[in-house]
Every structure is written in C-alpha cells, then in structure tokens.
C-alpha cells in the first residue's frame, strides 16, 4: 500500500500558473526532507525540467511520456519550418499523443518568443494537473507539485536585465569570432 502524508500534503500552499511562487523548492524539499523515506526524497529532489530515463513512479513516467512527446512536437515544427529533418534531434516515444502537434503549432505562431514559451509552459501545467487526478496524499502528487514548482521557478527566475545581461556575455563571447571575419563588400 502508498504511503500516505497527509499532514505534510495538507500544509502545503496551492500553486497557480502565473502567480508568484507561495514557496521555494528548496523550503518545499526542506519540508520532503522532514516527512519522506530516504529514497522517496531521492527521487523527489532530483526531478528537474527535463525527463528522466527512469520514473520513480507511475505519475512521473506518463509526465515523462508527455514531456517528451511535447519535445518531439517541437522539434518537428522548428525543422519544417527550418526546411530540415529533425530526426537527429527527436526522442523515443513511449506513447502519442495526437493533440501535441497540433497545440504546439498553435503556441508558436511566431508573434511573441516569450508568450509562445508561456504557452507551452500553460500546456504542461494543464497536463500536470490532469495528472493529479486520483493523487491527494501520496508521493506521487509530491513529484507533481515538484513539477509544477518547476515550472513557476522557471518564470521567477526570468527578467530583462538578466536576459540582456546573458546577450551581452553572448555577444562579447562571439567578438573575437567576429573580428577574425573578412567584411563584406557590396558589388558596385
């Protein structure tokens, strides 16, 4: 039988997409540390964005499973659009999920970078909490509520003077590349 922690689960504050975070993940792993197994911790504290070879439990795995379904899609959209073939590029699908092409086309209609991002970023919300479903007190609404604290630290994380502090280091990086380059003359 799950384990069940209900007290630790209870006190957790509710998370919603573009809202500030109620919680870092460090406070919210803090308090994992205090109420979770050894191995469960393990698990829950090494999740990140990015999928993993191996679940630690059945949520993790159809998240997983979607996650990089909603890659893939991706990844075929930039190579059509690139005129290439994106199979260097695409992961193994465990599953299909029909709906993902056509959402991803529909994130990236190539108005806004930043608003096509929060739209993919709105889809895996959505698909975390359809996960949740059937998950109240285990684990495994834990690893979702990770997931999710995942994703709105993302967000957090992001500003403009950070972004134009990152093209600078790009940009002064790329200079000498640059330089070495003969110009350019326009033909008369």
Not at 166 to 188: C, F, G, T, Y
Request: glycine share 4%.
């Amino acid at each position: 039988m799950a384990a069940h922690y209900y007290f630790l689960i209870s006190s957790l504050p509710h998370l919603a997409w573009g809202k500030p975070m109620p919680l870092t993940r460090e406070a919210f792993l803090g308090q994992c540390a205090r109420h979770l197994p050894a191995a469960e911790y393990e698990a829950l504290a090494g999740l990140t964005r990015t999928p993993r070879e191996t679940s630690c439990c059945p949520a993790e795995a159809a998240w997983n499973a979607w996650e990089i379904a909603l890659r893939n899609a991706f990844v075929r959209l930039r190579a059509t659009r690139l005129d290439q073939l994106p199979g260097a590029w695409l992961r193994p699908e465990p599953e299909f999920f029909q709906e993902l092409e056509h959402q991803v086309m529909e994130a990236f209609d190539g108005t806004n970078p930043r608003e096509e991002r929060q739209e993919l970023d709105r889809l895996r919300w959505q698909r975390l909490t359809d996960l949740e479903i059937g998950h109240y007190f285990d684990f495994e609404i834990l690893v979702l509520y990770h997931l999710k604290l995942n994703l709105l630290e993302k967000w957090a994380g992001l500003s403009a003077d950070q972004g134009l502090a990152q093209l600078h280091d790009v940009v002064r990086a790329k200079l000498p590349q640059l330089a070495s380059l003969e110009p350019r003359h326009a033909k008369s």
